[in-house]
């Protein structure tokens, strides 16, 4: 446990405590960090890490293992004892079966342990959304092994292959033919099989997805239930078309220019997709598609934002605070519908990565720095690592981050600054 030092805002001097579970590698927990020395109030960790180790992030982290949800949930309530925890929050998709187990078992606000599995595997969502009467794509469940010669047949093009339960985009591809569908899925199966993918132990990743291609434009909700009630914080615009092959996000903008006629059909589905899979308590994070036959849910998830894009989020009060901020004020059971997004707009570039090679670094950050509107740029990529674009890889070069009066200026704002950045990239030496 971490008993966070500082007056802060003052308000809680008796330290209640939250429960963050997360990776070991997750960009927001300083974040949180930093939101609870703000509020005086504690965190506990459960991170995914070596057991034998003592406490070697000087953290207090109880490790857990994610593929071993309720022996770890029974070492989380056991070593929670008798302190006063009031909530806890998953960051990441990885870690909400365990956010939920552990909030049933402590009696605590949360998810159903059902609804957080079904938030984090596509097909159970598909039925769910089907079922509930939501738009949803055709879609199909696969061995990765099966016959896709024989398959090929019933598929209608364009679709779309998909893993059951990756995040970030990671090994999703769009086939326009049979040809196209091999490669794709010969090319998933390979990534299915990568080691930190078979390091999950998740019975998810033997099977895979197809499922029809649905055009237009899409979008990001950032959204908070509260016992069964839903609140959107923010809609988040994406430019940048996402026709495929890939699917990689760049830019996300708020506020969104879509019609208040259409945001409130966005809102609407996300909700009725939320009470689809049974989700109650805490934070949502959804993606949709419009087009001209309305809102088409792809995913809800029972986490946050992830990465470092949460700096795109501000909720004026007073005081102004971070998205993290709003959620431990939530986890301890505070009232926090008077806190609104910010007037200002915002938008945040996840730095795609162009190419794979070995990253040296980049050139041009003063430049992109003196862009007006540009708030921080965030690389997050380290020198001598290699890094790799998608569909193969999971991470970005980093993170920009722009204020404006509106979201057009806003969105300009990032993209000049991208322009100004240039990284070096060189091939990987060949290994003899």
Not at 225 to 252: N, S
Not at 364 to 392: F, H, N, Q, S
Request: a neutral charge; one cysteine or more.
């Amino acid at each position: 446990m971490v008993l966070l030092r500082g007056a802060g805002r003052g308000r809680h001097q008796v330290h209640l405590t939250v429960l963050i579970l997360a990776t070991t590698t997750g960009y927001q927990i300083r974040s949180f960090g930093e939101a609870a020395e703000a509020l005086g109030v504690r965190l506990l960790f459960g991170s995914d890490r070596c057991d034998q180790l003592d406490d070697p992030w000087w953290d207090g982290a109880i490790p857990i293992r994610f593929h071993e949800p309720r022996r770890s949930a029974d070492a989380i309530a056991s070593a929670a004892g008798a302190r006063d925890l009031r909530g806890v929050i998953a960051v990441g998709d990885r870690p909400t079966l365990i956010a939920a187990l552990v909030a049933e078992r402590l009696r605590l606000p949360g998810n159903p342990p059902a609804a957080a599995m079904a938030s984090r595997n596509k097909v159970t969502t598909r039925h769910a959304l089907r079922q509930a009467g939501l738009r949803t794509p055709a879609f199909l469940s696969i061995p990765k092994t099966a016959d896709i010669e024989r398959l090929a047949p019933r598929i209608a093009f364009p679709s779309v292959v998909k893993p059951l339960a990756l995040s970030g985009s990671r090994g999703v591809v769009r086939v326009d033919n049979a040809a196209e569908l091999r490669a794709a899925v010969e090319r998933l199966n390979a990534i299915l099989e990568a080691p930190d993918v078979r390091a999950e132990r998740d019975a998810a990743h033997d099977m895979i997805v197809i499922e029809s291609f649905i055009p237009g434009r899409e979008y990001a909700v950032e959204g908070l239930l509260t016992d069964g009630r839903f609140r959107p914080l923010a809609i988040f615009d994406k430019p940048d078309p996402l026709d495929g092959p890939f699917f990689e996000e760049t830019i996300y903008v708020t506020p969104s220019r879509a019609s208040d006629a259409t945001q409130a059909h966005i809102i609407d589905a996300i909700a009725r997709a939320a009470d689809a899979l049974g989700l109650r308590h805490g934070p949502v994070h959804a993606e949709c598609r419009v087009n001209d036959e309305g809102v088409w849910v792809l995913e809800v998830a029972a986490r946050p934002i992830g990465g470092l894009c949460s700096k795109a989020l501000r909720f004026a009060g007073p005081p102004c605070i971070s998205l993290e901020e709003l959620l431990l004020r939530h986890a301890i059971g505070e009232d926090v519908s008077a806190f609104a997004r910010e007037a200002e707009a915002s938008a945040v570039m996840m730095i795609p990565i162009p190419r794979r090679g070995l990253y040296r670094g980049v050139d041009g950050l003063d430049a992109a720095r003196a862009v007006p509107g540009v708030d921080d740029i965030r690389i997050t990529a380290k020198p001598e690592a290699v890094v790799v674009p998608l569909p193969e890889g999971r991470s970005y070069l980093g993170f920009i981050f722009a204020h404006a009066c509106d979201a057009a200026d806003a969105e300009r704002a990032v993209r000049e600054a991208h322009v100004r950045l240039h990284f070096q990239i060189d091939r990987e030496l060949p290994v003899i």
